[in-house]
């Protein structure tokens, strides 16, 4: 069942022959069946492959509470943690750019997406589990991915700020604020009878939101950019699973938000889609312009498309329902529509200088 999901959503992911051994731990599924249940192990590192391929895509795996809680609950000793662990290093090993828009890159320190998140999550799990059954080396191992990870994300916001991109320091951001919600919420969920007699609780909860003092501050202030300016703009876009075709190709995943014009240009463009599957995606983006009338970023991507395509959303507008013809032709969509990339962007900037201000 979890390879078909995979298989549903990302079966571009299966099919690149260059990808990692996660493609081989997919394909390997069906051998699983025998010892679903007893090997615990294998199962995990089938998780995390389904989890990596797919978190990214508009329709990910549901297997989130299995790897940050379930499974290792269900591991007793500290041979099979550091087992399950080396798998969640195989993971966080494994390139986020295959299957994911949503990254920025940063000289010098690499790149950073909400996969690091997602590994957080799963290195705080094991982490209550040893601490559970006082696992010293697990306990270690984990604590240790976990705060190198939080340094170098901190090194890189600095890094956005000082380089003075404010797009950048806009997606750093978003993308900081949802790997802290991560660690946080794992954190929070241990056991009230997990000892923690270092305090690791609060020194991994809220860090986007409290404590000015840890990581000099930088994840505060991630976090107080991100809450009004990019959040409402990074929703899960529930109304664009309908549009399948979205799913054909890596290129057509979403980037972060709201900065979609290049993407909705994409769309205009790209030989992966017909007539028709184009039709299904302006008409999804309508939807989650109906749903979410504050966001932005879907009619950012209208507006890429609108400039794309030969004839622009007029030339598609047969193919759309008579609601989303309606809308086409009025209101906040025909406002966005005049609005250029640049002077967008630099609204965008706008919203961000009270914040880095402060920081310079």
């Given at each position: 069942?979890?390879?078909?999901?995979?298989?549903?959503?990302?079966?571009?992911?299966?099919?690149?022959?260059?990808?990692?051994?996660?493609?081989?731990?997919?394909?390997?599924?069906?051998?699983?069946?025998?010892?679903?249940?007893?090997?615990?192990?294998?199962?995990?590192?089938?998780?995390?492959a389904a989890h990596y391929v797919t978190v990214a895509t508009f329709v990910p795996t549901d297997v989130d509470t299995r790897i940050r809680h379930h499974l290792w609950w269900s591991l007793d000793t500290e041979e099979?943690?550091?087992?399950?662990?080396?798998?969640?290093?195989?993971?966080?090993?494994?390139?986020?750019?295959?299957?994911?828009?949503?990254?920025?890159?940063?000289?010098?320190?690499?790149?950073?997406?909400?996969?690091?998140?997602?590994?957080?999550?799963?290195?705080?799990?094991?982490?209550?589990?040893?601490?559970?059954?006082?696992?010293?080396?697990?306990?270690?191992?984990?604590?240790?991915?976990?705060?190198?990870?939080?340094l170098r994300e901190s090194q890189i916001f600095d890094a956005v700020v000082k380089a003075g991109d404010p797009l950048d320091v806009l997606r750093v951001s978003t993308v900081l604020a949802h790997n802290l919600g991560?660690?946080?919420?794992?954190?929070?969920?241990?056991?009230?009878?997990?000892?923690?007699?270092?305090?690791?609780?609060?020194?991994?909860?809220?860090?986007?939101?409290?404590?000015?003092?840890?990581?000099?501050?930088?994840?505060?202030?991630?976090?107080?950019?991100?809450?009004?300016?990019?959040?409402?703009?990074?929703?899960?876009?529930?109304?664009?699973?309908?549009?399948?075709?979205?799913?054909?190709?890596?290129?057509?995943?979403?980037?972060?938000?709201?900065?979609?014009?290049?993407?909705?240009?994409?769309?205009?463009?790209?030989?992966?889609?017909?007539?028709?599957?184009?039709?299904?995606?302006?008409?999804?983006?309508?939807?989650?312009?109906?749903?979410?009338?504050?966001?932005?970023?879907?009619?950012?991507?209208?507006?890429?498309?609108?400039?794309?395509?030969?004839?622009?959303?007029?030339?598609?507008?047969h193919t759309l329902p008579a609601r989303a013809k309606k809308l086409v032709r009025g209101g906040p969509i025909r406002e966005q529509l005049g609005v250029d990339r640049a002077r967008f962007e630099a609204r965008m900037?706008?919203?961000?200088?009270?914040?880095?201000?402060?920081?310079?």
């Open positions: 069942m979890l390879l078909g999901q995979v298989e549903s959503t990302a079966s571009w992911a299966l099919a690149d022959e260059n990808a990692g051994s996660y493609r081989d731990i997919l394909r390997a599924a069906s051998t699983l069946e025998s010892t679903y249940g007893t090997d615990l192990l294998g199962y995990l590192r089938l998780l995390l099979q943690l550091l087992a399950g662990l080396a798998h969640v290093d195989e993971a966080a090993s494994w390139d986020p750019q295959r299957v994911s828009a949503r990254i920025v890159e940063v000289k010098g320190l690499g790149a950073v997406c909400g996969h690091q998140g997602e590994w957080f999550s799963v290195w705080a799990g094991a982490l209550g589990r040893a601490l559970a059954i006082g696992a010293q080396q697990a306990r270690d191992h984990a604590l240790g991915r976990i705060e190198d990870e939080l991560d660690l946080s919420r794992v954190v929070e969920a241990w056991p009230k009878t997990v000892a923690d007699p270092e305090g690791l609780r609060g020194r991994f909860m809220r860090l986007g939101h409290e404590r000015e003092d840890r990581y000099g501050g930088s994840f505060v202030l991630a976090g107080a950019i991100n809450k009004p300016i990019m959040a409402p703009e990074n929703d899960r876009f529930l109304a664009l699973r309908p549009a399948r075709a979205l799913r054909k190709g890596r290129p057509l995943l979403l980037p972060i938000g709201p900065f979609f014009d290049t993407w909705g240009e994409l769309i205009g463009r790209t030989p992966l889609l017909d007539e028709d599957e184009r039709g299904e995606v302006v008409a999804a983006l309508i939807d989650t312009h109906v749903q979410r009338p504050a966001q932005v970023g879907c009619l950012r991507a209208l507006a890429g498309f609108d400039r794309a395509f030969k004839g622009g959303l007029g030339a598609i507008e900037a706008k919203r961000l200088e009270p914040f880095v201000t402060l920081r310079r």
